[in-house]
């Protein structure tokens, strides 16, 4: 099946400080691109769908000035956390779908902790 | 986008075989059923989709009434390493289109 490769898997930052998070698409081409954050014991929430060479579309309540999304070739995808704050400190999942079936590739997940 | 409810969790043993029903009474004509599984600090994985009837595959059954407002996930001969939260989800099947997860079905396999 196809990968989605997302990178770091673990990061930890100082309350203020920006985090890059990095989403991969190894061996297809993903026009689109999804963002999700998920707390402990609660399912994905969306936060935004990402488009190769456009703006992001955020979903509703999902800050787009702190979540900054740049999605610049049709394998990459990055979510830029800024002035990252404790309550940001969530597991961030990216995720691809194939145009055979849609079937959804995701990420390994970004575990962000801010101190 | 059509709902889905699902039992909050389920309990099992080893060796049995396990029925996840979703109910997803507002389903579209042109919506498909399909089932994540994600296991504790992980992105989910594709477990198997369906639009009607039965589908079988290496690792599970899909099971969808006539009607198409529910279907059953059936995993056969459960093990401990099957121990994950399973998520019903019921949409299009447009590669643009994101999945928005419900609160999914936390299954704990007991040896």
């Known amino acids: 099946g196809a990968v989605v490769s997302q990178h770091p898997s673990r990061v930890i930052c100082k309350s203020g400080t920006s985090v890059k998070i990095e989403c991969r698409s190894l061996?297809?081409?993903?026009?689109?691109m999804f963002w999700y954050r998920q707390f402990p014991k609660k399912s994905l929430m969306l936060m935004a769908t990402?488009?190769?060479?456009?703006?992001?579309?955020?979903e509703q309540g999902v800050e787009k000035d702190k979540f900054l999304i740049n999605h610049a070739s049709l394998t990459l995808s990055t979510l830029t956390v800024t002035s990252a704050h404790p309550e940001d400190s969530s597991f961030y999942i990216c995720?691809?779908?194939?145009?055979?079936?849609?079937?959804?590739?995701f990420g390994q997940g970004t575990r962000l902790t801010v101190v | 986008l059509a709902k889905t409810t699902q039992p909050i969790s389920m309990d099992s043993y080893e060796g049995q075989e396990v029925n996840i029903t979703c109910s997803h009474n507002?389903?579209?004509?042109?919506?498909?059923i399909t089932w994540y599984q994600q296991f504790p600090s992980q992105g989910p994985r594709f477990i198997i989709q369906?639009?009607?009837t039965k589908v079988t595959n290496e690792v599970a059954s899909l099971f969808i009434p006539a009607d198409r407002k529910s279907s059953t996930l059936s995993l056969p001969r459960v093990s401990l390493s099957d121990t994950a939260v399973y998520y019903c989800?019921?949409?299009?099947?447009?590669?643009?289109?994101?999945?928005?997860f419900g609160k999914g079905t936390t299954l704990s396999v007991s040896s």
């Open positions: 990402s488009n190769e060479g456009s703006k992001a579309t955020y």
């Open positions: 995720s691809a779908r194939v145009w055979v079936n849609a079937e959804a590739f």
């Open positions: 507002n389903i579209a004509t042109n919506d498909y």
């Open positions: 369906g639009y009607k």
């Open positions: 989800l019921v949409g299009d099947n447009q590669a643009g289109t994101a999945l928005i």
């Open positions: 061996d297809f081409q993903a026009t689109t």
